[in-house]
């Protein structure tokens, strides 16, 4: 079992940067990747980010949806098994309730599927205003 619990939300502006953070608990030697999704206000779930976190195994790769690319970047750290998103120039429409994920699933070092992905945290709230 795995516990996930989110920080870092809140009420920026346009272009304004956020950063989040994941901390984890548990057993978390079990984690193969840890992602984020988000869930806007009327809009589909949506995966975010994605970092593989088994070393031995696609050990740090990363993937993130085409909107984010060159403006969010997640990472991990494995000593504090925390994992966070720096989220720069965010937008208006970025706003919703971000999640943090983690899968114990050896095939899913690589997943961007919200199934394979069986811990979640809670969410925290994100508000871009224009």
């Known amino acids: 079992q795995v516990q996930l619990v989110e920080s870092g939300g809140g009420l920026v502006q346009a272009g304004e940067s956020l950063r989040l953070s994941c901390a984890a608990s548990g057993q978390t030697f079990t984690m193969y990747a840890m992602a984020w999704f988000r869930q806007a206000p009327g809009k589909e779930f949506e995966f975010v980010a994605r970092?593989?976190?088994?070393?031995?195994?696609?050990?740090?790769?990363?993937y993130y949806v085409d909107s984010v690319k060159g403006r969010f970047t997640i990472s991990g750290d494995n000593v504090e098994n925390m994992l966070y998103l720096q989220m720069n120039s965010l937008e208006p429409e970025e706003t919703g309730v971000y999640y943090c994920?983690?899968?114990?699933?050896?095939?899913?070092?690589?997943?961007?599927?919200?199934?394979?992905?069986?811990?979640w945290g809670q969410g925290t709230q994100v508000t871009v205003s224009s």
């Open positions: 970092i593989s976190t088994y070393m031995a195994i696609h050990g740090g790769d990363t």
């Open positions: 994920a983690a899968t114990t699933s050896t095939s899913a070092t690589l997943s961007i599927d919200r199934a394979e992905y069986r811990s």
